[in-house]
């Protein structure tokens, strides 16, 4: 597969885990995304590891600081040869520009994308923080600036795709997690869409932990999930 759309979610406390999982995977069929928990734990050398067995890696640790910091960072985690990784968009325009520079362009640079609003805020969060407009609004709003700022794409909610989609462009990667296959346990995700709709939500890469990591030979869930994917790409 030239362009694997699932990123398997590697949400596990330890890099033992992680590679266990990873060896019931296949490289050509997903990527795998490392975030926080796994990265305090595991450090480096799991992604090191991971992008070494062939796994393009999203790097999921949301920086958000000043841009000089951010910028450190982003080229840090470029170095250790991640496929992705993000930032907040709520970090501002400086810092999402020197997070773009940090990063040298080419086909091996790792793509740079962002959070908008993360989907556990609500319009009372946003209240709070004095925070204008409704939710929909500041994805909208952050997934401009985000565009503007010449990144390559957003973490956003299934439900939210069409519209960035339609603001923002065909070349804009929208990843987005919350996917669940018809026939799978919703966990503690409230808002689900499946593969299918995700992609026809306009959805380019698809986050999706649990349905597959916890699926007793998840080398055929991910089979399943890819074949799903594969006809909603051909039928639009
Ligand atoms: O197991 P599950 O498919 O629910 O895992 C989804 C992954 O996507 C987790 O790593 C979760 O932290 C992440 N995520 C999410 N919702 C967001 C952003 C990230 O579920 N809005």
Same mark, same amino acid.
């Given at each position: 597969?030239?362009?694997?759309?699932?990123?398997?979610?590697? @949400?596990?406390?330890?890099?033992?885990?992680?590679?266990?999982?990873?060896?019931?995977?296949?490289?050509?069929?997903c990527r795998v995304k490392v975030g926080k928990e796994l990265f305090t734990a595991a450090g480096p050398a799991l992604v090191e590891a991971l992008a070494s067995r062939g796994f393009g890696v999203f790097l999921d640790l949301k920086f958000h600081d000043i841009p000089n910091t951010v910028a450190a960072a982003c080229r840090a985690a470029a170095r250790l040869g991640v496929w992705m990784l993000n930032v907040h968009a709520s970090g501002g325009r400086a810092?999402?520009?020197?997070?773009?520079?940090?990063?040298?362009?080419?086909? @091996?640079?790792?793509?740079?994308?962002?959070?908008?609003l993360l989907t556990s805020m609500a319009q009372s969060d946003l209240d709070d923080l004095g925070i204008a407009g409704t939710p929909d609004d500041v994805v909208l709003r952050l997934a401009a600036l985000t565009h503007a700022c010449g990144l390559d794409g957003v973490v956003c909610s299934a439900r939210e795709a069409a519209a960035v989609r339609a603001q923002s462009g065909d070349e804009f990667a929208l990843v987005t997690p919350g996917i669940r296959p018809a026939d799978a346990a919703a966990d503690d995700q409230q808002r689900v869409a499946t593969p299918a709709g995700a992609i026809r939500s306009g959805a380019t890469y698809l986050v999706i932990g649990r349905p597959i990591t916890r699926a007793p030979d998840p080398l055929a869930a991910l089979a399943g999930i890819n074949a799903e994917v594969a006809a909603a790409l051909r039928t639009g």
């Open positions: 597969m030239a362009d694997p759309k699932i990123i398997v979610a590697l @949400d596990f406390a330890d890099a033992k885990a992680a590679l266990e999982l990873a060896q019931k995977l296949d490289p050509a069929q810092m999402l520009t020197a997070a773009r520079d940090a990063i040298a362009a080419g086909p @091996d640079a790792p793509r740079l994308i962002a959070v908008t």
